[in-house]
């Protein structure tokens, strides 16, 4: 992490500080905000967001995402995923209907059944014993 290379001690003690702390540095070392005199937050909220640092910003996004998840049912990662898999989608968008109206009648886009399938094998493996050593299924 580049922060601790530099000697620095963070003030900020919160559980994505130090995946902020790189994507800041990442920022304020690109040519949006080196030549064009932006602030890291303009630069993200512009789409401006240099290659080298989408990833940082992927990182810090989930990491914030995951701290901010109201529900903390076993199972909420996925069903989250899911819902804006469902939401985006032409079932939701263009025929206006809710996400549970297009998984009951099986208008699921082919990107969203991999995150169907996943959330089905996550609720399933609450009820199975066997999974009470193996773990749970999904993240």
Do not use: I
Not at 12 to 32: E, N
Not at 55 to 65: D, M, P, Q, S, V
């Amino acid at each position: 992490m580049e922060y601790s290379e530099e000697g620095e001690h963070l003030a900020d003690k919160s559980a994505c500080a130090g995946v902020r702390a790189d994507l800041k540095v990442c920022l304020l070392k690109s040519d949006c905000c080196q030549k064009e005199g932006k602030t890291p937050r303009e630069c993200l909220k512009g789409n401006n967001v240099p290659q080298e640092c989408v990833a940082l910003r992927n990182t810090f996004f989930e990491c914030k995402r995951s701290l901010h998840l109201a529900d903390k049912s076993a199972c909420a990662g996925v069903r989250a995923d899911l819902k804006v898999c469902l939401l985006k989608s032409d079932c939701c968008q263009k025929e206006g209907k809710t996400p549970r109206e297009c998984l009951k009648g099986n208008n699921v886009p082919q990107e969203c059944v991999a995150l169907r399938n996943t959330f089905f094998e996550c609720k399933r493996s609450l009820l199975d014993n066997r999974q009470r050593f193996r773990g749970r299924k999904g993240y």
